[in-house]
């Protein structure tokens, strides 16, 4: 059975994306609920991403690994069975995810990679608060193994489980597999998300519609895509995203209010799994038990 408790984590995906995203994350965090974001190293504008955050102590950031639709952290020669003469991964995930399960040599190109995105965080400085996959790709069993097994040695602790309340019959499987893997690896993650359904439309109504639905056990997380106005969209893939709108949801008077009317602990991963604070998931439910053993991995493996 699960815990009982409940607490909030509301983040940023795709920090170090563009300075318009990169202003966005700092304004939600100053003045909004935002309390989490998402790195991605190899990203334009990582290092502004990177300069932003050392300014905010309370923001908690992670790594956003890229494996799809995204520059690589390695040079394009080292790695050329994962991304074009370009350097930047495609959007054939259904085409990779089979590469990556059945070929070694790819296998062995995609850990390079990985590894190489972990150390460039590393080299940030920041403490890593989670890790996730851009457009979730950590749900791929080879790409999990490796996150786990290399992220160990980076003082992985929390891991986000991309479960949403009506995910699609054949995800299901593929959701509880991995809660299972991430339990028995000790590493911490959320009990659901919000934010896929909607995704790059998670404006006030989305949000405070989120917040009205929440179980009442269990730890959130509210991810976005915020950005601030600008010429053209983000990327070509993010046409449709209303990045402002999401802005304005999370600097929001409403959506405020409706988190603390609810009472929810709300920090990053790092604040509602700390021992003794809030609470999350298991398969069978989070204990402050489960929760140490995955500080205790992390304090075997590499501190930042």
């Known amino acids: 059975m699960r815990s009982g408790r409940r607490a909030l984590i509301v983040t940023a995906d795709d920090f170090g994306l563009h300075p318009r995203v990169n202003a966005a994350v700092e304004r939600a965090h100053r003045d909004g609920v935002l309390k989490a974001a998402s790195l991605m190293v190899g990203a ?3 290092r502004d991403a990177v300069e932003r955050a050392r300014r905010l102590p309370n923001l908690r950031v992670g790594l956003h690994l ?4 995204g520059p690589a952290t390695l040079p394009a020669v080292q790695i050329p069975a994962l991304v074009g003469p370009d350097g930047r991964f495609g959007d054939a995930m259904v085409r990779d995810g089979f590469r990556f399960f059945f070929l070694p040599a790819v296998r062995e190109a995609l850990a390079r990679e990985i590894r190489a995105q972990f150390e460039a965080f590393a080299a940030t400085g920041l403490p890593l608060d989670h890790v996730n996959a851009h457009k979730h790709f950590h749900l791929h069993p080879t790409v999990l193994s490796l996150v786990l097994s290399i992220g160990r040695e980076f003082g992985l602790r929390a891991v986000r489980l991309p479960f949403e309340a009506n995910a699609p019959w054949w995800l299901r499987p593929w959701i509880a597999l991995m809660r ?3 339990a028995r690896a ?3 993650y959320n009990d659901y998300v919000a934010g896929i359904e909607h995704t790059g439309g998670m404006d006030e109504a989305a949000l405070l519609d989120a917040l009205a639905r929440m179980p009442a056990e269990g730890v959130a997380e509210i991810y976005c895509h915020p950005a601030e106005a600008g010429e053209g969209p983000i990327t070509a893939s993010m046409q449709a995203y209303r990045h402002l709108d999401e802005l304005d949801a999370l600097l929001s008077p409403r959506v405020a209010a409706a ?3 609810a009472g929810l602990p709300c920090g990053g991963f ?7 604070f809030g609470g999350g998931a298991s398969a069978g439910g989070t204990t402050d038990a489960h929760l140490k053993r995955g500080h205790d991995v992390a304090r075997r493996g590499s501190s930042l």
């Open 186 to 188: 000790g590493i911490a």
């Open 180 to 182: 299972r893997r991430l």
């Open 259 to 261: 988190i603390a009317a």
């Open 44 to 46: 334009p504008a990582a």
């Open 270 to 276: 790092a604040d509602i799994f700390a021992d003794g």
């Open 66 to 69: 890229v494996l799809a639709d």
